[in-house]
């Protein structure tokens, strides 16, 4: 079983910026889909955005703020985000899907197989 731990999550002021980082116990393959996603209190999980073989699909929310991207083992994931707003306050999870060299922006978590446990990003005024 592969574990997905992730880190770096914090508390930012509105503005400002933090950089998650996701670590895979081992080697997926070179063209699973990859990604981050996020669940604020009350709120269903949201798909941030996927990676796979270096092509990024963003959420509109965060498009032009969050940059994801990925080293060349495959099996550490990044999340850039810069120009926090108060509305991107959630848990961040890192996901890794099992198989397959598709990734779907239509993709639920539930397609997904690996999670970490999540790293809390709070944006304060």
């Known amino acids: 079983e592969v574990e997905v731990v992730e880190s770096g999550g914090g508390s930012v002021q509105a503005g400002g910026s933090l950089r998650l980082s996701c670590v895979l116990s081992?080697?997926?393959?070179?063209?699973?889909?990859m990604g981050w996603f996020r669940q604020a209190p009350g709120k269903e999980r949201e798909r941030v955005g996927t990676?796979?073989?270096?092509?990024?699909d963003s959420a509109d929310s965060v498009k032009g703020r969050f940059i994801i991207s990925q080293d060349n083992a495959k099996t550490t994931l990044y999340l850039q985000m810069d120009r926090l707003k108060p509305e991107d306050t959630a848990m961040y999870y890192c996901?890794?899907?099992?198989?397959?060299?598709?990734?779907?922006?239509?993709?639920?978590?539930?397609?997904?197989?690996?999670w970490g446990q999540g790293t809390q990003v709070t944006v304060y005024t």
């Open positions: 996901a890794a899907r099992r198989q397959g060299n598709y990734c779907f922006r239509q993709m639920a978590p539930a397609d997904f197989h690996y």
């Open positions: 081992e080697f997926i393959s070179d063209t699973v889909c």
């Open positions: 990676i796979m073989q270096g092509i990024v």
